[in-house]
């Protein structure tokens, strides 16, 4: 209960701390040669703390949200993780040579001196021409010279005349 009584006195020594800290700053830079120095309320006894009768209970840990609880037992990276992985992964791949392009596929003429054939020479020797032969002249026109009359004549069977 004395405490109590004190609150006041203690809260007003407060409020003055800034006050007397000024007027003692101003008077050592007017007067350096002299001491001031206001009396000074007598500093309270420190309070013997309460023995404690029981060891202090440790601090909960924070409850994850749902969605880090769900990651966690699923043991999937967050976004940022994912895009990490990726991004070392093409890192290492283009450092190792990595898988480039892809395998180089090289299609060979159906028949020789085909190169050098106009579009018309090449439809009249599609005509009547087996399965096997039309499908090797789609192949070789899709990866070279992409002649669309020659690669539609390979889609169906032409009529003889």
Do not use: C
């Amino acid at each position: 209960m004395p405490d109590l009584l004190r609150l006041p006195l203690r809260a007003a020594e407060l409020a003055l701390a800034p006050t007397r800290f000024a007027v003692k700053t101003i008077w050592g830079l007017l007067y350096p040669h002299d001491d001031y120095d206001a009396p000074a309320a007598p500093e309270p006894a420190p309070r013997p703390e309460p023995p404690q009768t029981r060891p202090p209970r440790p601090r909960a840990k924070p409850k994850p949200s749902p969605k880090a609880a769900r990651r966690a037992v699923r043991h999937e990276p967050t976004r940022g993780e994912a895009a990490a992985m990726r991004q070392r992964q093409r890192m290492e791949e283009q450092e190792a040579g990595g898988p480039g392009p892809g395998p180089e596929v090289d299609v060979a003429e159906p028949w020789e001196g085909y190169a050098a054939m106009s579009e018309e020479q090449v439809l009249d020797r599609l005509t009547g021409a087996d399965e096997a032969l039309r499908l090797a002249v789609r192949l070789y026109e899709s990866f070279n010279a992409d002649r669309q009359q020659v690669l539609y004549a390979t889609e169906e069977p032409v009529a003889q005349p």
